[in-house]
């Protein structure tokens, strides 16, 4: 059976060349998580308690970055039990919670890291992301992201917040950074 060879990424939503140098270097992606990692509805529970809904493609797309050697990390203004566990569950270590001042939490995460932004990328979807987007070398939003978010981003994914976002930024950083193919392969592609 001759097996079937796919483009690395579908043209529909392949970025440029620019985007892509620029993705090149990326060793740390800071993710907002409410319109980004979610598609920013918020449920809550009889007893009071967030419920949350995250992308199973997203949660592959960070395990694969993992992989691959980049640091996922969430800087995001809520807090709650279903998101840390739903980050426990993959793996993410580097996590502030409950801030507005994105910034100086988002540069805390870098300086344990020993980086800086030249090799950071970042996702958001609303005004308190933009302090990190502005010094990313990399700034990205879903499609859904307020306007002054898209007028910043060097690229917008094609799909929204919580709806597979996360995983395009995902495949970008693996193509650009060479590890697609390689993990694709490993699944018999």
């Not at 993710?31 to 529970?45: A, I, N, P, R, S």
């Not at 990390?73 to 801030?99: I, M, P, W, Y």
Request: charge should be neutral.
């Amino acid at each position: 059976m001759s097996r079937v060879q796919l483009p690395p990424l579908q043209s529909h939503w392949r970025p440029d060349a620019a985007v892509l140098a620029r993705a090149k270097g990326v060793r740390v992606v800071f993710f907002d998580v409410d319109g980004v990692l979610t598609d920013g509805g918020l449920l809550f529970g009889e007893q009071g308690e967030t419920l949350k809904r995250f992308n199973t493609l997203d949660g592959h797309g960070i395990k694969l970055l993992q992989r691959a050697g980049i640091t996922p990390a969430v800087v995001t203004g809520r807090d709650s039990a279903a998101l840390r566990e739903r980050l426990r569950a993959l793996g993410v270590t580097h996590a502030r919670f409950g801030t507005e001042d994105k910034h100086p939490a988002a540069q805390s995460i870098l300086d344990a890291l020993g980086l800086d932004w030249s090799s950071a990328a970042a996702m958001g979807d609303d005004w308190p992301d933009l302090p990190m987007m502005r010094r990313a070398v990399l700034a990205c939003a879903p499609a859904n992201a307020h306007t002054e978010v898209l007028a910043q981003a060097h690229w917008v994914t094609p799909r929204t917040g919580g709806n597979g976002a996360v995983r395009d930024l995902c495949d970008v950083l693996l193509f650009a950074t060479g590890a697609y193919t390689n993990l694709l392969q490993e699944y018999g592609a």
